[in-house]
């Protein structure tokens, strides 16, 4: 467990009920880029709020256009929980993620999504593995120990039942499966969801590399990277609510390939 007064966790391997204490007050920053997210943005900055860890919020908006950036302005402006800054071009999802980067004063960095695909109430078991010492980076998988055939017969069902040629989680499911192979055979590590949005590393890694992205490549290029430079990806399983592109998902298939290109890319250059 990770509490404001403190850090208490317990180590998955212990055979008793004894806590280990980690006496060191520990901050955590979470970022969340924005962009158009006016049906989501709210609930999902209150349902951050709502942990109970020490943290910041860092929220970048990535100049919408939507009601997302009045939103902000009046409600979360002047709430001192929570850092606002704004973009006055789209300059993309990766741009935002660097644009709080320089901004954050935590000891461990957690990239949240705008959209309520993943769950804040799971902070606490992303965080044990590098509070315990475990690693310093950990992803949380929505594939970890997942039958791939139920994975994909669920996610069938459920996008027939919204929209009969809706069948993009597969053509996703799929996607994240040949990047899950690249990283194998390219970095050699195993993980089985390199796309995962829940990222959530020690802020003293980003002192080892140097981001370069702007869009949805964010995510193969801080594999890519972290991986080069010995770190080990410790991967945690996930709760996971997909949402769809008429519900206001924006990575498509084009992301796909630039993801592929991207973890190809910096396992040749710098």
Not at 65 to 72: A, H
Not at 114 to 132: G, M, T
Not at 195 to 222: G, H, Q, W
Request: proline share 3%.
């Amino acid at each position: 467990m990770f509490c404001k007064s403190g850090l208490v966790a317990v180590s998955p391997e212990s055979k008793t009920d004894t806590a280990f204490i980690n006496t060191n007050i520990m901050k955590l920053s979470v970022i969340i880029p924005v962009y158009n997210e006016i049906s989501t943005i709210e609930a999902l900055i209150e349902k951050v709020l709502k942990v109970d860890i020490d943290k910041e919020i860092i929220v970048v908006d990535d100049f919408s256009t939507d009601g997302t950036r009045e939103l902000l302005e009046s409600k979360y402006e002047r709430n001192g929980n929570l850092r606002i800054l704004y973009h006055e071009r789209n300059m993309g999802k990766g741009f935002a993620i660097r644009t709080a980067l320089d901004h954050v004063k935590g000891d461990i960095v957690l990239i949240q999504d705008a959209d309520l695909e993943y769950d804040p109430e799971e902070y606490h078991k992303l965080l044990d593995p590098i509070i315990n010492g475990k690693t310093k980076i950990v992803y949380g998988s929505r594939f970890y120990k997942v039958s791939v055939t139920r994975f994909i017969t669920s996610w069938t069902v459920r996008s027939l039942k919204k929209h009969p040629f809706e069948i993009i989680y597969i053509g996703n499911f799929i996607c994240i499966q040949i990047l899950n192979f690249l990283v194998y055979v390219l970095y050699h590590a195993k993980i089985t969801d390199e796309a995962t949005c829940y990222k959530v590393f020690d802020r003293s890694v980003m002192n080892d590399i140097n981001l370069k992205c702007r869009r949805f490549e964010f995510c193969p290029e801080f594999t890519a990277k972290v991986l080069k430079k010995g770190y080990k990806i410790y991967e945690i399983p996930i709760s996971y609510t997909p949402r769809e592109n008429l519900e206001g998902k924006k990575i498509t298939w084009r992301d796909g390939l630039w993801a592929i290109y991207t973890l190809i890319k910096y396992r040749i250059i710098d």
